[in-house]
């Protein structure tokens, strides 16, 4: 990965954006990938598209989500403590005592998320995690008024941007599902744009919204775009830690490259494409069986309208809705460069109804 992609991605995971608050991640993600297309654009539900050989009938859609877990404050004390509620699939056993971003209206206020020491707490409470509804954010307000001239109720949370760089190649940031998916479909472009003369077909990259909440953007974008193919990118979990059965979860590795799905939600011409890119480029990859359509944007496009052709490239991921995912820069630009191969074999016309 070279230092403007290493710069991208990084930049990437500094925004906070939970669903339905992505504008910031947005302006990052089109201001750098405007640089790569032919045409950029924002629709009515948030999505950013970037389309690059516009002009081709035969489209190819990637699908990236930018949206992160976060909050949204629900209650505000006469103490001046703020309640919320989850935006997504939270786990309240790991946020208490984290840093937090609260999105308003003059931009941004810290604060943290309180926990009761565990000196005051009972035997029995030690051994149970404090439920989302008791969790409370501290912005240091003196009382209810005072907390009213920096938030309001609706104002949206994240935890605060916290990237490292771990050895041998890895990362660790909040955010990562999916940053690391939006960097992707941009990046393809950015290959792409290198070797615009070998490109048959039209590439729309789409940085979409409000997946953690349903796919949401995933669903309208894919029905403006009326691909003939989509590729979606997300994160996939990384089973190489001691606390996970591989015979249940199946086994994957950070590092030894991106994940291909093989199942229902994938089309089975378009996953053999990806399957004989990565063996004919020597590009690393790894296989894990998807028995259902699954949480990622891959099954709502696969159904719109008349039916789309799907894969999923997945980037390994330790630790997956905490604080301190963990990817290696080597997995995302692997998914980025398999994916800009495949669609350089891709031809007008390519049949994708399965034999």
């Not at 403006?224 to 001691?242: F, L, N, Q, R």
């Amino acid at each position: 990965m070279d230092q403007e992609s290493k710069k991208f991605l990084t930049d990437l995971l500094a925004q906070c954006g939970p669903s339905g608050f992505e504008t910031d991640i947005q302006d990052v993600w089109l201001k750098r990938t405007k640089k790569y297309a032919d045409t950029v654009r924002k629709d009515v539900h948030g999505n950013a598209i970037a389309v690059l050989n516009a002009k081709a009938d035969f489209r190819i859609m990637l699908a990236g989500h930018c949206d992160e877990i976060g909050f949204i404050i629900s209650h505000i004390t006469e103490e001046g403590f703020l309640y919320f509620t989850a935006i997504g699939g939270i786990d309240a056993g790991v946020i208490p005592g984290s840093q937090v971003q609260i999105k308003t209206k003059k931009g941004f206020v810290g604060g943290v998320i309180g926990k009761r020491a565990i000196h005051m707490m009972t035997e029995a409470e030690r051994k149970t995690s404090v439920p989302l509804k008791d969790l409370y954010i501290d912005i240091g307000a003196k009382d209810r008024k005072n907390a009213l001239k920096y938030v309001q109720l609706g104002d949206s949370a994240v935890i605060k941007p916290n990237f490292i760089e771990l050895q041998n190649g890895l990362f660790s940031s909040k955010g990562c599902d999916n940053r690391t998916g939006a960097f992707v479909v941009s990046e393809v472009l950015k290959i792409l744009s290198k070797s615009k003369s070998k490109l048959k077909v039209g590439v729309y990259s789409v940085s979409t919204v409000q997946e953690e909440v349903g796919l949401r953007g995933a669903i309208t974008s894919a029905y403006a775009i009326k691909p003939h193919a989509a590729i979606a990118v997300d994160v996939g979990h990384a089973t190489d830690t001691p606390d996970i059965d591989r015979r249940v979860h199946g086994e994957t590795f950070l590092d030894k490259g991106p994940i291909l799905g093989h199942g229902p939600v994938i089309n089975p011409i378009l996953g053999k494409i990806l399957i004989d890119t990565a063996d004919k480029k020597k590009i690393p990859y790894q296989i894990r069986a998807t028995s259902r359509p699954g949480g990622t944007d891959t099954a709502m496009i696969q159904i719109s309208r008349e039916g789309v052709a799907t894969a999923l490239v997945a980037v390994p991921n330790r630790y997956m809705h905490t604080a301190a995912e963990t990817c290696s820069f080597n997995d995302v630009a692997n998914a980025a460069k398999l994916i800009a191969e495949a669609i350089l074999t891709i031809k007008p016309g390519q049949d994708f109804v399965p034999a």
